[in-house]
């Protein structure tokens, strides 16, 4: 199927993706009939394109390589803002990627809305929009007959949304329990080696896991945005941010740690969401795990879930939980889900 992308919010993760639809074009249209085009792409700091019949994608990621920008692109209409291009381009799927407000959700949260009115498809990666408005999105996304995916928003690729909601369909899940959030789970683990906290940190803002301001990682914001996506969309719940009980890493010590890994324990910043008799009670806390705990075993950015179901007992996934294609792969499996849906439909 033809499918016309707009990218609103070009950074890191955008890049990835334009280099995995550029890499595996071929593969996609043999394997999967799934021909995209990206039409747009709109970026305040890195430029905005428009041209209706497609952007040259390799053009695209040598000037990003070349100049960090996209400004010397020919052929094509520049300087559309993020609410032009989503409202006036060709494109039938936006994809937003701006960076992330778990206050206000903005500047996503405006996007999402008018390109779901717009009776446009979204997929994002932005965790503040969904977390502050999922069922709000989700029912205009029902009213203007368009899809809405954001798997990236948790755990990256690795498949957590997309599998509890369609292989895992029919299944009750009591309690999800993860360690979410990479940069925290990677200071952990340094420092059972010896490492200090603010080395440890430092090394993880070096290898990019660390958000902009690290206070979200380390206070356990992100995992609280990452809970309550999973709480609200996996498990009906309605939680907002107050509902989430917190505790961030900052305050274990290095000998604390490093006690618990003489015993085989290891500290982990886990966020969890219970269902109980009239709610989902959320937590994002440290926890001491034993060795035969699943996540226990789970080092350095890695990320992993447990579900517990009613029929399948624990079910774990394990996998990256932040990265430049790790999380441009998470677009790409929303745009083929999006893809086979349309094609189904279609007949
Ligand atoms: N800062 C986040 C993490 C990035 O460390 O997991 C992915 O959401």
């Given at each position: 199927m033809q ?5 609103v ?19 996609l249209s043999e394997k999967?009939h799934?021909?995209p ?5 709109s ?9 209706e ?7 695209i ?5 070349r100049?960090?920008?996209i ?24 994809i937003?990627?701006?960076?992330t ?8 949260l ?5 390109a779901l009115?717009?009776?446009?498809d979204v ?12 069922r709000?999105l989700?029912?205009l996304a ?9 798997e ?6 690795t498949?957590?949304l997309?599998?509890?909601l369609?292989?895992?369909a ?7 329990r993860?360690i979410v959030n990479?940069t925290?789970?990677?200071i952990?683990?340094?420092?059972e080696?010896g ?9 993880a803002?070096?290898?990019g ?7 979200a ?16 969309v996996?498990?009906?719940?309605n ?5 989430v009980?917190r ?11 490093e ?8 500290w982990k ?10 709610e989902?009670k ?11 705990d699943?996540?226990s075993q789970?080092?350095?950015?890695t990320?992993?879930i447990c ?7 624990d079910?774990?996934i394990i ?8 999380t441009?792969f998470?677009i790409?499996?929303d ?8 094609e189904f439909?279609?007949g």
């Amino acid at each position: 199927m033809q499918s016309k992308l707009a990218i609103v919010g070009l950074g890191t993760v955008g890049k990835g993706l334009i280099e995995l639809l550029y890499e595996k074009s071929n593969f996609l249209s043999e394997k999967y009939h799934f021909n995209p085009t990206v039409v747009a792409i709109s970026d305040p700091r890195v430029g905005s394109l428009y041209n209706e019949s497609g952007l040259d994608l390799k053009r695209i990621l040598s000037l990003l390589d070349r100049d960090g920008n996209i400004k010397d692109y020919p052929d094509a209409i520049s300087g559309w803002d993020s609410l032009k291009t989503i409202k006036e381009s060709n494109a039938d799927t936006i994809i937003e990627l701006t960076p992330t407000n778990l206050e206000t959700g903005e500047p996503g949260l405006p996007f999402i809305r008018t390109a779901l009115k717009a009776g446009k498809d979204v997929v994002t990666t932005n965790k503040g929009p969904i977390a502050l408005a999922y069922r709000e999105l989700q029912e205009l996304a029902n009213e203007n007959n368009c899809m809405l995916r954001f798997e990236g928003t948790v755990i990256a690729g690795t498949p957590a949304l997309n599998l509890a909601l369609s292989p895992l369909a029919g299944i009750n899940i009591t309690e999800v329990r993860g360690i979410v959030n990479g940069t925290t789970n990677y200071i952990l683990t340094r420092m059972e080696s010896g490492m200090s906290y603010e080395e440890a940190l430092k090394e993880a803002q070096l290898k990019g896991y660390a958000e902009a301001i690290p206070d979200a990682d380390v206070k356990g914001w992100d995992a609280v945005a990452k809970i309550i996506i999973i709480a609200n969309v996996l498990m009906g719940g309605n939680v907002t941010v107050k509902d989430v009980e917190r505790e961030g890493i900052d305050s274990i010590t290095l000998k604390e740690v490093e006690e618990a890994a003489k015993e085989n324990k290891h500290w982990k910043l886990i966020g969890r969401a219970t269902k109980l008799d009239r709610e989902i009670k959320t937590r994002v806390s440290p926890e001491k795990l034993d060795e035969d705990d699943p996540l226990s075993q789970v080092a350095g950015a890695t990320n992993a879930i447990c579900f517990t179901t009613d029929i399948l007992g624990d079910v774990t996934i394990i996998g990256p939980g932040a990265g430049k294609r790790e999380t441009g792969f998470a677009i790409l499996s929303d745009l083929l889900d999006i893809n086979r849906l349309k094609e189904f439909c279609s007949g």
